[in-house]
């Protein structure tokens, strides 16, 4: 194969996919692949699935990549979900690929380039796939690419592929590290499951070689993601993993700061609480799925909990963590939501004093089981309620922020902006979605964490200079 191949990546989607990218561009680096931007031979696009904004916005890239000239392949999420379906709907595709294509992901785009057919996959449930068993992984083998040095070859989850390494797509001092792939839990609203299967955690020394290895790259901040962070470690027979990995991952030389995301408030164990609020290098940070607060709504979605049972979790948190970071996302508009449950989701945001709240409008998923319930509501309805309770969350989050002014932050500087000002994220802002820290300071450089207080808020971000004296 000629060496000036050439194949850029596009990904879209959430943190989960940007691991997957970096996973598939070691892949491609290693089977002869050169990887860049400009004139490649390949675009891989790896696609989102989730909701229907993201579908459309996974076509419209791979449009535009198709009017590009250069051959165009669907790979990740969507292309896992409908397949053939993508395929014959999206001719400008040169291939849509399936997760199971990863491991031979060179070979896939050197067919492509050959102009060999690729036959496009019949998507299947993949929770009907069986896993494979702690026993049968065994010790995690190593393997060495140059340039790279040795990371485990780790697991061949049905959901992702079997990375030997990572090529790092960022220069940034943050990254995200891959706790599991796939889902267990039956949320009625998701079809997550069904195209990631079932829930694989990937063995703790592995994850700690990895968090090594992102260390050298210049990494200082782990973001740890899966599609349920809390059930991390209960298909390899310990429900405690979560909680005794953390302080491994933060020792870990030259990493500064670990960050737990996706936690499931019904998982959220005593023990697991108080690693995360009392881990020194673990940032007490509260990303709780909570998706509703009337406890009828959260039935009809096979979720649990009531505004009760979610303030008095918060109250536990932040009586272990004063300062600590909480932000959640929420569904309006579910089949069935009355005014009366609507109206407990507004005075549970009013008592909560969450950092961050995302809002989204219900929309039917093919393949879930809400999709089927009856007591849709009018789009406009739906509408009406996502405007209301957007407005409702900044005025709470802008609150939440102000609370903060005169308090003491530490801040992980990400850019210069030039003129004495730094960009950065203090321990209860999580990356690209929870606002930011503008520092005043003079001399800091990317990837340094200092101690600043904060001075002003706007919005959910904090203007904060840095701390004088010890």
Not at 14 to 19: D, G, I, S, T, Y
Not at 216 to 226: F, K, P, Y
Not at 252 to 278: C, H, K, M, N, T
Not at 292 to 320: C, N, T, Y
């Amino acid at each position: 194969m000629s060496s000036r191949r050439t194949a850029s990546l596009i990904t879209l989607g959430c943190a989960r996919n940007e691991v997957d990218s970096e996973e598939l561009a070691a892949r491609l680096e290693a089977a002869g692949w050169q990887l860049g931007d400009d004139d490649p031979d390949v675009i891989v696009v790896n696609t989102c699935g989730f909701i229907e904004s993201a579908k459309k916005d996974s076509i419209d890239t791979l449009l535009a990549a198709a009017d590009s000239g250069a051959k165009v392949i669907a790979a990740g999420c969507m292309a896992e979900r409908y397949g053939d379906q993508l395929a014959d709907a999206l001719p400008e595709a040169a291939a849509v690929l399936s997760f199971d294509d990863y491991a031979e992901i060179g070979d896939r785009l050197d067919d492509v380039v050959e102009g060999r057919p690729l036959v496009p996959h019949s998507p299947r449930d993949r929770r009907l796939l069986l896993p494979i068993s702690p026993v049968e992984r065994g010790a995690a083998p190593k393997v060495s690419v140059p340039g790279h040095g040795d990371l485990p070859e780790g697991l061949a989850p049905a959901s992702g592929p079997r990375a030997p390494l990572r090529r790092r797509l960022g220069t940034g001092p943050v990254a995200s590290l891959k706790l599991a792939s796939g889902c267990d839990r039956r949320c009625s609203f998701c079809a997550i499951p069904a195209f990631r299967g079932a829930y694989l955690s990937r063995p703790p020394q592995e994850l700690v070689d990895e968090a090594a290895w992102l260390a050298g790259q210049g990494v200082r901040e782990l973001v740890l993601v899966s599609e349920n962070s809390t059930s991390y470690g209960k298909d390899l027979g310990d429900l405690r993993a979560l909680e005794k990995l953390l302080p491994s991952l933060a020792a870990v030389d030259g990493i500064q700061r670990v960050r737990a995301s996706y936690l499931q408030p019904a998982e959220l164990r005593p023990g697991l609480l108080s690693a995360i609020a009392g881990t020194e290098g673990v940032a007490p940070y509260f990303d709780l799925s909570f998706q509703h607060a009337s406890g009828g709504v959260l039935r009809r979605m096979r979720r649990f909990g009531d505004p009760s049972r979610f303030l008095e979790l918060l109250e536990r948190i932040r009586a272990e963590a004063p300062d600590a970071g909480v932000r959640s996302n929420f569904i309006v508009g579910f089949p069935g939501e009355t005014e009366e449950e609507f109206a407990e989701l507004v005075g549970f945001l009013e008592e909560a004093r969450l950092d961050v709240i995302g809002v989204f409008g219900y929309s039917d998923e093919e393949g879930t089981e809400a999709a089927s319930f009856d007591g849709k509501l009018d789009q406009e309805v739906v509408d009406a309620r996502v405007a209301a309770l957007t407005e409702l969350a900044e005025e709470l989050t802008a609150q939440r922020a102000e609370e903060r002014i005169g308090a003491e932050v530490e801040v992980l500087i990400e850019e210069d902006l030039g003129d004495g000002g730094y960009e950065g994220r203090a321990a209860h802002q999580g990356p690209e979605v929870d606002g930011s820290v503008t520092v005043q300071g003079i001399g800091l450089v990317p990837g340094q964490i200092v101690r600043a207080v904060v001075m002003d808020a706007e919005g959910v971000d904090l203007i904060a200079r840095i701390k004088a004296g010890p």
